[in-house]
T-cell receptor
Framework: AQSVTQLGSHVSVSEGALVLLRCNYSSSVPPYLFWYVQYPNQGLQLLLK??????LVKGINGFEAEFKKSETSFHLTKPSAHMSDAAEYFCAAHSGNTPLVFGKGTRLSVIA | GAVVSQHPSWVICKSGTSVKIECRSL??????MFWYRQFPKQSLMLMATSNEGSKATYEQGVEKDKFLINHASLTLSTLTVTSAHPEDSSFYIC???????????FGPGTRLTVT
C-alpha cells in the first residue's frame, strides 16, 4: 500500500531564506508524486507534479522538487521564501488511476 | 485544463437533517471520482471512491449508510450526509482523475457546519 511521510508538521523560515519541505513515499512501484498548497479555508492548489522523465520538476511560485528514487524522496524547495508562501503544504502520491494518498501536511511559517 | 466544481461551497445545517454536496467535472468525463474529508488542521482522508454506474467503495470506518454516494452520470457525483451531527462538520473535497490518467483535479471544497 502506498504511504506518504512528511517530516516536520511545522517549518518556520525567515523571509528570503531557503524553504525545504521533506516528503518520502513508500511504494513497490514508482508513483506519481504531487505537492499541493492550501491556504486557510481554501481548497488545494497544485504546485508541481512528477510523472515520468526529468527528475527535477519546476512548479509555480518558484517551487521545485526532485524525485530521488534511491531515497524514495520528493522534497520541495524554494530558494527564497516570501511572506505569501505561508500556508499548509501536502505531499501526495498515487500509482495509477487510484486515489491520492496524502502526507499529514507541513505548515510553513515565514518570519519577517 | 480540467475543471472540477463543487456545490455548495459552504453549508450550515441543523443536527438531524441531510445535506447533499455535488461534484461536477465541467470539461471532461469522469467514470471515477473520489471524496475526501479534512478536519481542521489535519490532512485529507479518503472517504470513498465513486464509480459511475456501480456502487461506491467506502474506506474502512466510513459509514456507507450515513454518507450516501451517487455517481449519476459521467460528470456528476453527489455525497449526501444523512442525519448530520456536529461531528460531521468538516471540509469535504472531491477529485476526479483527468484525461491524462495521472493527474487528479480537485474541487474547491465544501465547508459543512452542523449546529
Amino acid at each position: 500500500a502506498q504511504s506518504v511521510t512528511q517530516l516536520g508538521s511545522h517549518v518556520s523560515v525567515s523571509e528570503g531564506a531557503l524553504v525545504l519541505l521533506r516528503c518520502n513515499y513508500s511504494s513497490s512501484v514508482p508513483p506519481y508524486l504531487f505537492w499541493y498548497v492550501q491556504y486557510p479555508n481554501q481548497g488545494l492548489q497544485l504546485l508541481l507534479k512528477y510523472t515520468t522523465g526529468a527528475t527535477l520538476v519546476k512548479g509555480i511560485n518558484g517551487f521545485e522538487a526532485e524525485f530521488k528514487k534511491s531515497e524514495t524522496s520528493f522534497h520541495l524547495t524554494k530558494p527564497s521564501a516570501h511572506m505569501s508562501d505561508a500556508a499548509e503544504y501536502f505531499c501526495a502520491a498515487h500509482s495509477g488511476n487510484t486515489p491520492l494518498v496524502f502526507g499529514k501536511g507541513t505548515r510553513l511559517s515565514v518570519i519577517a | 485544463g480540467a475543471v472540477v466544481s463543487q456545490h455548495p461551497s459552504w453549508v450550515i445545517c441543523k443536527s438531524g437533517t441531510s445535506v447533499k454536496i455535488e461534484c461536477r467535472s465541467l470539461d471532461f468525463q469522469a467514470t471515477t471520482m473520489f471524496w475526501y474529508r479534512q478536519f481542521p488542521k489535519q490532512s485529507l482522508m479518503l472517504m470513498a471512491t465513486s464509480n459511475e454506474g456501480s456502487k461506491a467503495t467506502y474506506e474502512q470506518g466510513v459509514e456507507k449508510d450515513k454518507f450516501l454516494i451517487n455517481h449519476a452520470s459521467l460528470t456528476l457525483s453527489t455525497l449526501t450526509v444523512t442525519s448530520a451531527h456536529p461531528e460531521d462538520s468538516s471540509f469535504y473535497i472531491c477529485s476526479a482523475p483527468g484525461p491524462n490518467g495521472y493527474e487528479q483535479y480537485f474541487g474547491p471544497g465544501t465547508r459543512l457546519t452542523v449546529t
